[in-house]
């Protein structure tokens, strides 16, 4: 619950500040100058700078036996963790590319249903309160109740259940992801060709999955990330809880 409030506050933030530059400083706006200064222009290093730290963080925890908070570095170092998981090195790559290529493409399939029931005159759009509900919900927290589920189920569930715990995840990025492209996306293209007579799928299928092809397949790309990354998380946790 901490977290959950801590990412509602940073959000909350985040719209105040966007807020500040578009309705209440919002000079910039017209002044009629190319070179506007605006804070995110010099902003975009910690974006690149925050995940470059991660990997000798990353590389240095491999070897640390003890990691006690709040040391800079580990007071014990060890090659314990590396020579039990080599062998299962090229089973978990596997396994995880696998996992990352169904979540990715059943969040695909679902999102882009979801993005023609929205287009569709006679039919709603899917609350965007819903679909935000994984990104607020802080994700370190609710794998650790997720898993715990898991592992209440019955054997033959855990896969079904794993894969669905990653869709959980990936739906929104990928659902994100496309919103804009499906938006953009000019119907009148559809109605001209299906008063040519061509039936709807073939002008889905002809006209706009090959205009869409691109943003499908980036938002494709993202939620495998988005299911690695869980993966990681997963892994993380486990991790912690082995270090004394």
Request: glycine content about 6%; proline content about 7%.
């Amino acid at each position: 619950m901490v977290l959950f409030l801590l990412c509602a506050l940073v959000l909350i933030g985040y719209r105040f500040f966007e807020w500040l530059i578009c309705e209440r400083f919002n000079r910039w706006q017209f002044t009629g100058t190319r070179r506007a200064w605006l804070p995110g222009r010099h902003l975009w290093w910690p974006v690149v700078i925050v995940p470059l730290l991660v990997i000798p963080a990353l590389f240095i925890w491999s070897f640390a036996l003890r990691w006690s908070f709040p040391d800079w570095l580990p007071s014990r170092y060890g090659l314990r963790f590396w020579n039990q998981e080599l062998a299962y090195v090229g089973a978990l790559i596997g396994n995880s590319v696998l996992l990352a290529l169904i979540s990715a493409t059943v969040a695909v399939i679902f999102a882009m249903g979801c993005l023609e029931r929205a287009v569709s005159p006679r039919q709603g759009a899917l609350p965007k309160a819903v679909i935000a509900i994984p990104l607020l919900v802080p994700q370190l927290s609710i794998l650790f109740g997720i898993q715990v589920a898991v592992y209440s189920l019955p054997g033959q569930w855990h896969v079904p259940a794993t894969i669905w715990a990653h869709i959980f995840f990936a739906f929104p990025y990928v659902y994100l992801a496309l919103d804009g492209p499906w938006q953009q996306f000019d119907q009148r293209l559809i109605q001209t060709a299906r008063s040519l007579g061509v039936s709807a799928m073939a002008a889905w299928l002809r006209i706009k999955l090959p205009l869409l092809l691109p943003a499908i397949i980036l938002a494709w790309a993202v939620g495998a990330s988005v299911s690695l990354a869980n993966i990681f998380l997963r892994n993380y946790w486990g991790r912690v809880g082995s270090i004394p």
